[in-house]
Antibody
Framework: QVQLQESGPGLVKPSQTLSLTCSVS??????????WSWIRQPAGKGLEWIGH???????NYNPSLKSRVTMSVDTSKNQFSLKLSSVTAADTAVYYC??????????????WGQGTLVTVSS | DIQMTQSPSSLPASIGDSVTITCRTS??????LNWYQQRPGKAPKVLIY???NLQTGVPSRFSGSGSGTDFTLTISSLQLEDFATYYC??????????FGQGTKVVIK
């Protein structure tokens, strides 16, 4: 059973950088069938895929956020991370990390962290 | 990006009802569509993958169908624990993966 846990500051000032880490247990980040994703959800709204990273460090980002997003992976700690720069109030959301499983060519978010609320405010 | 449109946005129903949620995509995505359930304060949970395949452990009252641009999620004999928000998600071709805006099943 894979478990994911987000960690990081719950409050970030406008124009600063949001930094979150996802710790993975029960599986190795290096497994080739997985990508590791970040997804966010503003209060009362839907889900937005931010991007993903493979165990070897390959990334894809949502074009809507690409200029501000950086993801990294630390396989020695079995963790992956998100940095979102120049944040505004519009970035206030619950941020989830999730495992992205490929079943053939279908991509499923099969395991999720509990989510962490990040508020952007001065 | 592929746009996803779910309907309705809110669905009043009673325990025991059969309900259907629709997801329409802006272009054909074959069967590259999944359905998730999200209860308040919890992370989403996958119910259906590849349009019609039941995820392990999900009750058989959940079913999915469709291909191309039109998809449905049906819950037969609604149970109390099924009152939640449901999202469709596509994974056609290449990222970005996108979600529908959600359908909230509420008690009538």
């Amino acid at each position: 059973q894979v478990q994911l846990q987000e960690s990081g500051p719950g409050l970030v000032k406008p124009s600063q950088t949001l930094s979150l880490t996802c710790s993975v247990s029960g599986d190795s980040l290096s497994r080739h069938i997985y990508y590791w994703s970040w997804i966010r959800q503003p209060a009362g709204k839907g889900l937005e895929w931010i991007g993903h990273i493979s165990g070897s460090g390959g990334t894809n980002y949502n074009p809507s956020l690409k200029s501000r997003v950086t993801m990294s992976v630390d396989t020695s700690k079995n963790q992956f991370s998100l940095k979102l720069s120049s944040v505004t109030a519009a970035d206030t959301a619950v941020y989830y990390c999730a495992s992205e499983l490929s079943v053939g060519v279908i991509v499923i978010f099969d395991y999720w962290g509990q989510g962490t609320l990040v508020t952007v405010s001065s | 990006d592929i746009q996803m449109t779910q309907s309705p946005s809110s669905l009043p129903a009673s325990i025991g009802d059969s309900v259907t949620i629709t997801c329409r995509t802006s272009q054909s995505i074959s069967n590259f569509l999944n359905w998730y359930q999200q209860r308040p304060g919890k992370a989403p949970k996958v119910l259906i993958y590849a349009a019609s395949n039941l995820q392990t452990g999900v009750p058989s009252r959940f079913s999915g169908s469709g291909s191309g641009t039109d998809f449905t999620l049906t819950i037969s004999s609604l149970q109390l624990e099924d009152f939640a928000t449901y999202y469709c998600q596509q994974s056609y071709s290449r990222p970005p993966w996108t979600f529908g805006q959600g359908t909230k099943v509420v008690i009538k």
